[in-house]
């Protein structure tokens, strides 16, 4: 499987890729992806069309967080999960998954991510996982 980082180009297929888990019109979202795409923070897998995404930033109290992952397999999701452990610059990195994405937390829990709790954002239950900086 080939990972890439996501072209700067590839705003709108981007955008289009991640509509259903969060609105085209979601400023702050798109603000974000514009931002990841120019920092080479977004990866994707797919060679003609996006299979699967994922962007990551250091916004969380300054250390790395998954913003977002969509994959149409849980061997994607693991991929793009491996790829962003390998370019993190550090080794702590924070993930959140609502609670109805199974594919997603079964291949974050495979790669060693830890449940640390659960917040509600927009009264929707997420997630918290961590990866550890190893000890």
Do not use: W
Not at 48 to 60: K, R, S, T, W
Not at 69 to 86: C, F, N, P
């Amino acid at each position: 499987m080939i990972i890439r980082t996501a072209d700067p180009h590839e705003l709108t297929a981007l955008a289009s890729f991640f509509e259903r888990e969060f609105h085209p019109k979601n400023h702050s979202f798109l603000k974000k992806l514009s931002y990841c795409l120019a920092r080479g923070t977004c990866y994707v897998t797919g060679a003609d069309e996006i299979a699967g995404a994922v962007i990551f930033d250091n916004d969380f109290f300054g250390l790395e967080r998954i913003v977002a992952i969509k994959a149409d397999s849980s061997e994607d999701y693991r991929a793009l999960l491996t790829h962003v452990r390998s370019q993190s610059p550090t080794e702590e990195l924070f993930l959140g998954i609502s609670s109805e994405d199974n594919p997603l937390s079964e291949a974050a829990k495979a790669l060693g991510f830890q449940f640390s709790g659960e917040i509600r954002i927009n009264s929707q239950p997420i997630q918290v996982y961590s990866l550890p900086a190893a000890v």
